[in-house]
């Protein structure tokens, strides 16, 4: 075939190509109340124990998802600080992908059910000693006081402690005598995009272990849920997250747990 | 064949037009508006749109009766009709053509032909777009043949996210079609025509349709100059001067003064027409139009996603004009398109008014300020929607020059004739149907749709592209609401709509929904009233699903509206209390 007909089987190529994948990409995600997921579904529930946590990948699938296994999904577990302290977790997957939640894991069983792909994966759970967001009572505080909230921080729910500190004035919130183990793992955000949106000042949090710090975090408005952790001596001890920010309005939200 | 060879003398180029060339313009204009009308009604209605409708009620009120003699011109009136103190009374920071055009089709079509109100209310956008592309199919079919025109104005056409948003009692659309008519105008002015109105008319409609028309003098006045600059390296150096000042005044009359009629109508029109047709402007002008633009240069910007992050705040990323463009336009329109501009390049000294620069500069003045990383980019594609036409003219342009290229090579090859018109028949076939497959799959959530280039909807999820915006999905959830609607028995039942809320007044006139389910109102307090709620997905808007979460104790909806997979509304229950 002569070069100069090259153009025209070239774009007929990718008009047949076109046609082609348009149709498949249309119908490559199993139906969300059609039987892949429903098999999918029921397979999970039929292995599912109190306990495990349930994750969807990718994660704009999660709507789906939850509308096929929510009722197993208690608020606390879908706003969860991470998911260190589940030994079991299903993951159910389309188009090959994985949740963060899943990150380094071998899943112990898989099962493609027409193109939602259960998998379970089964580890040695982080054992929790205490959580912050749980001992909202025993805590006091210098500032305003932090409250419990269900917040978007990085466009994902959390449960965490929120607090809005004035102006260039720190907010001490202490635990005294807060059990500990052998690390403290939390995590700090901004919560609210519209407020991160007009108020483009990071917040900071650091924490104080017998008066010392022992990590400290920033947190900026497109940095979403910012892990801080650090090693601890088992043993109660008195610990307090000490939040600021430069401008009004900052919404700092944040969660700790004390880990064996 | 060369690149640039052949195509400038296309059936019917060189020659005027004959009646049956005519007639198939108009054909696929009035094809175009109907496929509008049809498509828009399975588009639910815009957030924004339903302000727009209900100013163009108000602006076509007014005119109706200052032509009846119900009223006068006066401050007092034009203010309650068109202004007001605050920044968006009135929805002044926007100016009125197509809302007036909105308003005055309601009275007609709707009150006075019975059609529905959102039909109605939508076809002057529709009808634009067909007009769009009798536009564009006359400048093609004047520069680069029959063959080219149709296939111009068949893209055109079949542009997913176009499509889409020609069937919106909007702007962007309306303000697309204008532009290129302005860009029409002031080529056609410069044959050397007496009065060159056009230009300056046209582009008093596009300002007076959407602010973003004030970037196209730069398209237009960068091509005139540079027509002048050629104009001036042709001239004899005999003929430029004998002293200095001669030849100053020779290069400002050859360069700047060539077609000053063409500038002098927009300079002179444009503005006059902006002025016409915006009573808010007639008194105090220098307040308004500054506030006009001042509203816009310090525009709020919205949440958008892109790439996976959600972008609220300037810098944005350079390449996301260029990068949205790549995946909403079909994938076969680009790739003619490519070979298109290279046949311009190849050939671009052809014309000696140099339509493919003119067209070139109008799609980088509209696509331009997006490249800054300050502009907001919050309604992706529509913002720079002008540079669609370009494209589609192009890969017009492309098609035919391939189809007659193979045939050529074949015919060569084989030593057996091959027709042109059936070699360029079965290219832009191909192209088109690529392109009508795209479209059909994209409707009604074409904002959600993202081409084979992307993987369709599901890859552009993949990718962290926008979902949607404005709310519009909610039209697909509006029978499975009404399905529920008995969610409290004996009595009204409140549904938590959030950006479908200012909607939910005509989805009720409109029959789509029962009277009994009420839109329960904003943010906390309408999701505490509300047994029934929604989440149109959104990467911001996951803050609703929270909200919901925690007032109903529950994470799971019960239903999930998706297109193509995806997910685009989720509808929650409030269980038993």
Redesign the interface.
Same mark, same amino acid.
């Given at each position: 075939?002569?070069?100069?007909?090259a153009?025209?089987?070239?774009?007929?190529a990718? /008009?047949?190509?076109?046609?082609c /994948? /348009?149709?498949r990409?249309?119908?490559?995600?199993?139906?969300?109340d059609g039987p892949a997921w429903r098999a999918a579904a029921a397979e999970v529930r039929a292995g599912f124990r109190p306990g495990d946590l349930i994750v969807f990948a990718?994660g704009?699938?999660?709507?789906?998802g939850?509308?096929q296994l929510?009722?197993l999904?208690?608020?606390e577990v879908?706003?969860r600080m991470d998911a260190a302290r589940y030994g079991r977790i299903w993951e159910i997957a389309i188009?090959g992908?994985r949740s963060p939640d899943t990150a380094g894991l071998a899943p112990a069983g898989s099962e493609d059910r027409g193109g939602v792909v259960v998998r379970r994966y089964q580890r040695d759970p982080a054992v929790v000693v205490a959580d912050v967001v749980e001992r909202l009572a025993t805590a006091t505080s210098d500032g305003p006081r932090p409250t419990l909230e269900? /917040?978007?921080v990085g466009?994902?729910?959390h449960r965490c402690l929120q607090v809005i500190p004035a102006p260039g004035v720190q907010v001490r919130i202490a635990f005294p005598q807060l059990p500990l183990g052998r690390e403290l793992v939390g995590y700090v955000g901004i919560a609210?995009?519209f407020t991160?949106?007009d108020v483009?000042s990071p917040g900071r949090l650091d924490v104080e272990i017998a008066g010392r710090i022992a990590a400290s975090a920033t947190a900026g408005?497109?940095d979403g849920w910012v892990r801080f952790a650090a090693q601890t001596a088992p043993g109660p001890a008195d610990v307090a997250f000490v939040v600021r920010a430069t401008d009004p309005g900052r919404r700092i939200c944040f969660a700790a747990e004390a880990r064996r | 064949?060369s690149p640039g060879a052949g195509i400038g003398a296309g059936i019917g180029a060189g020659s005027g037009p004959g009646r049956a060339a005519k007639l198939a313009g108009w054909a696929l204009a009035a094809a175009t508006a109907i496929l509008v009308v049809v498509n828009q009604q399975g588009v639910g209605i815009a957030r924004d749109e339903v302000v727009y409708m209900q100013a163009g009620e108000r602006y076509a009120a007014w005119w109706i009766g200052l032509v009846s003699f119900r009223h006068g011109i006066s401050r007092a009136s034009v203010t309650a009709a068109f202004g007001g103190p605050g920044a968006t009374d009135n929805n002044r920071e926007h100016p009125p053509v197509m809302k007036t055009l909105f308003g005055l089709s309601a009275r007609l079509v709707h009150g006075g032909l019975g059609v529905d109100e959102v039909t109605a209310l939508r076809l002057p956008s529709a009808i634009l777009h067909g007009a769009l592309v009798l536009w564009v199919y006359g400048m093609v079919l004047e520069l680069w043949g029959a063959a080219a025109a149709v296939i111009a104005a068949v893209l055109l056409a079949l542009l997913p996210r176009a499509l889409f948003h020609a069937g919106l009692a909007c702007f962007d659309a309306p303000s697309m079609a204008l532009w290129f008519a302005a860009v029409r105008g002031y080529w056609r002015g410069l044959d050397g025509r007496r009065w060159p109105w056009q230009a300056g008319v046209a582009w008093g409609l596009a300002l007076g349709t959407k602010h973003t028309a004030l970037v196209l003098p730069f398209a237009l006045g960068a091509h005139y100059l540079a027509l002048g600059a050629i104009a001036w390296r042709g001239t004899a150096p005999e003929l430029r001067g004998a002293s200095r000042a001669a030849r100053v005044r020779a290069f400002a009359r050859t360069v700047i003064g060539h077609r000053w009629r063409v500038i002098a109508s927009l300079a002179v029109l444009g503005p006059l027409t902006l002025y016409l047709v915006w009573p808010w402007l007639w008194f105090d002008p220098v307040h308004h139009v500054r506030d006009w633009l001042a509203f816009h240069l310090g525009h709020v910007?919205y949440?958008y996603e892109y790439l996976g992050?959600?972008w609220?705040?300037p810098p944005f990323p350079w390449h996301v004009a260029l990068l949205t463009t790549l995946v909403t336009v079909?994938?076969?329109t680009l790739?003619?398109a490519v070979?298109g501009a290279v046949v311009w390049i190849a050939g671009r000294t052809r014309h000696a008014r140099a339509p493919a620069l003119l067209l070139a500069l109008s799609a980088a003045a509209s696509i331009g300020p997006f490249l800054l990383g300050t502009t907001p980019i919050f309604g992706a594609e529509k913002h720079w929607m002008p540079a669609l036409p370009t494209i589609c003219i192009a890969a017009a342009v =492309?098609?035919v020059?391939? =189809?007659r290229?193979?045939a050529?090579?074949?015919q060569?090859?084989t030593a057996r004739r091959v027709p042109e018109p059936g070699?360029i028949a079965?290219?832009a076939g191909?192209?088109a149907?690529?392109a009508a497959?795209?479209t059909r799959?994209a409707e009604p959530y074409a904002l959600t749709w993202y081409?084979?280039l992307a993987? =369709?909807?599901?890859?552009g999820?993949?990718l962290g592209m926008n979902?949607q915006f404005w709310g519009v999905a909610m039209r697909g959830a509006l029978p499975r609401l009404a399905a529920q609607g008995g969610a409290r028995p004996g009595g009204p039942t409140y549904v938590y709509t959030h950006d479908a809320s200012p909607a939910w007044g005509i989805y009720q006139r409109e029959g789509l929904i029962p009277r009994t389910l009420l839109d329960a109102g904003w943010e906390q307090a309408g999701i505490d009233r509300s047994d029934l709620a929604v989440?149109i997905?959104e990467?911001?808007f996951?803050?609703h699903?929270?909200l919901i979460?925690?007032a109903y104790?529950?994470?799971?909806?019960?239903?999930?509206v998706?297109s193509?997979?995806?997910?685009i509304v989720?509808l929650y229950r409030r269980p038993p209390r």
């Open positions: 075939m002569p070069i100069a007909a153009p025209a089987l070239l774009l007929i990718i /008009a047949g190509w076109e046609v /994948a /348009a149709r990409d249309a119908t490559a995600v199993p139906a969300a990718p704009w699938i999660d709507p789906v939850r509308m929510g009722d999904i208690p608020i879908a706003a188009r992908a269900l /917040a978007e466009f994902s729910p609210d995009v991160r949106r483009r408005v497109d | 064949m910007h949440n992050r959600n609220n705040a079909p994938a076969s790739a003619a070979v =492309g098609a020059w391939a =189809g290229a193979a050529g090579a074949i060569r090859a070699a079965a290219i191909c192209i149907l690529a497959v795209e799959i081409s084979a993987g =369709g909807a599901p890859g999820a993949d979902r989440v997905h990467l911001h996951n803050r699903d929270y979460w925690k104790g529950t994470v799971r909806p019960i239903d999930v998706t193509d997979g995806v997910p989720s």
